[in-house]
């Protein structure tokens, strides 16, 4: 995944990605676990024990001097040693005292040597599958240890080294393995399965194709959000006609941030335009036009979707004769356009019977001219609720025949290539762009 597509996913992206695959996140968890669980049963059990030594000066002395500079001596000295402690020679003699069944380099792989910074002390420390062997080998190798420093350190002509070990605390039986630790390992995986749970839920939701949320749409249309709206099913498309409804108020918010959007530009015509079918377009376009209508404005609702006609199945209204006849010049605006409810200043334009053949040959730029204008002449908003921009040519007619277009994003359907595309398109026509609308779906 892209590092721009990580920088993007803030926190409340996180907690969305983990409740989206949350499936993954428990399942690769409980695996992680599991595989640690087991890896507990199939592992051998291996003990340590560890020994303590000292090294000091090896001199009768009473002067603080010489103290001090033989524990400096020591001091230095004690790195070398935890360097060469596990040697293949002291190896070798404590498999010969002990009857171990290992070469040299086997159990110099079982023995580690450590040591703290300014001290003069080393840990041998042994793992082995039995414990009493490791306790065994530990103490072995701090007897054998001092006579391999003394043929070390023996200065030619003195009999007594200069360095003198001692065991501090010599090795006991380890009462339990060392590893493997079940509930370590448990809790490890079950920590690991998480981690790779989440990454591969945030991986899969930063590669999803369509939009993620409200906030991911804005921004890959890289529009202000006007609006976010609930999707309702085909039957229950509209506004309730109570006006005191969560949903009305949703509108009529919308209603203000569009009119808010266009402030120094007179609002007379509006396309509703998104990238593909089924983003709640008409939906969107119908109840817009029913909050204008509260408001005091007489509004023309225009079914520009030639193709696939909705505005009429939500309005229940007839298809017969519509917007197809007023392009062809059959009949004007005023003829065709439907009286939608007696309380609203609100006229339906459907469809309209279209005649074979292609539905933009219809869309002459001055055929739809003259019908908008003629809405304008009577003080009249028209809400256009246009095709997909990307399939249907007549789209671009519509967007170039009104003052301002509103662009419709749904929340998990719309993609976001079709959606930056479609922007992209709206922007070189030099579209008067209002802002971005949301439908999210319950």
């Known amino acids: 995944m892209a590092l721009g597509q990580w920088a993007r996913l803030t926190p409340r992206h996180h907690l969305h990605a983990v409740r989206r695959y949350r ?28 020994v303590q030594l000292f090294f000091s000066p090896n001199f009768p002395t009473t002067d603080i001097r010489q103290l001090d500079t033989g524990g400096n001596y020591i001091l230095q000295r004690v790195r070398s040693y ?5 040697n293949p020679e002291v190896a070798a003699t404590v498999i010969g005292r002990l009857g171990l069944p290992y070469s040299p380099e086997e159990l110099m792989s079982q023995v580690s040597v450590t040591g703290k910074a300014s001290t003069a002390v080393l840990t041998v420390e042994v793992g082995d599958e039995d414990p009493e062997r490791a306790r065994d080998i530990a103490n072995a190798i701090a007897d054998e240890f001092p006579g391999f ?30 590893s493997p630790r079940p509930l370590t390992n448990l809790g490890l995986g079950l920590a690991g399965g998480l981690l790779v749970g989440t990454a591969t839920a945030l991986t899969a939701y930063a590669r999803e194709r369509a939009v993620r949320d409200e906030s991911h749409a804005a921004e890959v249309a890289e529009l202000p959000l006007v609006g976010v709206v609930e999707a309702e099913p085909a039957a229950a498309g509209l506004m309730a006609h109570d006006e005191a409804s969560d949903r009305a108020e949703v509108f009529r918010q919308l209603r203000t941030d569009l009119r808010l959007q266009a402030v120094g530009d007179r609002l007379t015509s509006l396309t509703v335009i998104g990238a593909a079918a089924g983003d709640g377009r008409a939906a969107t376009a119908g109840n817009l036009a029913i909050a204008f209508a509260r408001a005091g404005e007489t509004v023309v609702l225009v ?16 298809n017969d004769v519509g917007l197809a006849n007023v392009l062809r010049g059959e009949a004007s605006v005023n003829d065709v356009a439907v009286h939608w409810h007696p309380d609203l200043p609100l006229f339906v334009l459907p469809t309209g019977r279209v005649e074979p053949g292609p539905a933009e040959m219809l869309f002459q730029p001055d055929r739809l001219a003259a019908a908008l204008e003629s809405c304008r002449l009577d003080d009249v908003l ?6 997909p921009l990307l399939s249907d040519a007549e789209a671009k007619v519509l967007v170039t025949a009104t003052d301002a277009t509103a662009v419709v994003a749904r929340v998990g359907s719309t993609h976001v290539d079709q959606l930056a595309t479609t922007v992209g398109v709206l922007r070189k026509m030099r579209a008067n762009l209002l802002g971005l ?6």
């Open 437 to 442: 609308i949301a439908v999210r779906s319950r």
């Open 82 to 86: 935890a360097e060469i402690a596990n």
């Open 303 to 318: 079914d520009g979707n030639l193709r696939n006609p909705e505005v009429h199945e939500l309005f229940v209204t007839a």
């Open 382 to 387: 028209v809400i256009v609720s246009a095709p």
């Open 149 to 178: 420093i003394g043929r070390l350190e023996k200065p030619t002509g003195i009999d007594t080294p200069p360095v003198k070990v001692s065991v501090v605390r010599p090795a006991i039986t380890p009462p339990s393995p060392d």
């Open 23 to 50: 499936w993954a996140v428990l399942v690769l968890t409980l695996l992680g676990g599991l595989g640690g669980g087991l890896a507990s049963l199939v592992q051998t059990p291996v003990y340590k024990a560890d």
